[in-house]
């Protein structure tokens, strides 16, 4: 089965250092990964995607098949990124069409 | 605005009482889930449905039910509620499964005593 690994509870930097929330996999088919966000107080919410190649609020996620890993990272922390993030797995050649979740990483950015 | 809505933010409920969760979507999607979201655990999965009528068990459906009699609507129920069910309940929509990503509602937050 397919597991999603977020080695930290908690990550706390300060307003403009880098930041880096980890996310580890285990599954051998072809994943399609993503990072989902919630604020305090809202509703979970999609950040982003790997197929899409994009950038939502300054972060980026890369796909590393190798290291088996798609870490989230932004260089210039904000306050406002202060938030629970989740790393998300979806199968995308068998058919189990949900979505295995990780445990979470809170980000605190201090100002 | 398109949106998952569950009918409840915050319920208490008794010890072997039998409850029920519902959440609609207006997006038309074909697939809605249930999670339950717990510190330290993230969203496990408890059940999901495809289609009207159709239900297939995630990771944790043991002391769960779910029914789905009309496309929009996806109800959780939990059979004789217990003190481990505590928790925030997280109702979500896609129309690809997941591969396009979920809609979440804002989740209704559980507490058996």
């Known amino acids: 089965a397919q597991r999603v690994t977020q080695p930290e509870k908690l990550l706390s930097v300060f307003k403009g250092a880098p930041v880096e929330l980890k996310c580890n996999y285990s599954y051998s088919g072809s994943p399609e990964l993503f990072w989902y966000v919630q604020y305090s107080r809202q509703r979970l919410q999609l950040l982003l995607r790997?197929?899409s190649r994009e950038s939502i609020k300054g972060f980026t996620a890369d796909l590393n098949k190798g290291e088996t890993s798609f870490h989230l990272k932004k260089p210039f922390a904000q306050e406002e990124d202060s938030a629970m993030y989740y790393c998300a797995l979806y199968r995308m050649d068998t058919g189990r069409r949900a979505l295995t979740f990780g445990s979470g990483t809170r980000l605190q950015v201090q100002p | 605005d398109v949106k998952v809505t569950q009918s409840s933010r915050y319920l208490v409920k008794r010890t072997g009482e039998k409850v029920f969760l519902e959440c609609v979507q207006d997006m038309d999607h074909e697939n809605m889930f249930w999670y339950r979201q717990d510190p330290g655990l993230g969203l496990r999965l408890i059940y999901f449905s495809y289609d009207v009528k159709m239900k297939e068990k995630g990771d944790i459906p043991e002391g769960y039910s779910v029914s789905r009699e009309k496309k929009e609507r996806f109800s959780l129920i939990l059979e004789s509620a217990s003190t481990n069910q505590t928790s925030m309940y997280l109702c979500?929509?896609?129309?690809?499964?997941?591969?396009?990503?979920?809609?979440f509602g804002s989740g209704t937050r559980l507490t058996v005593v």
């Open positions: 790997h197929i």
């Open positions: 979500a929509s896609s129309s690809l499964g997941g591969a396009n990503g979920y809609t």
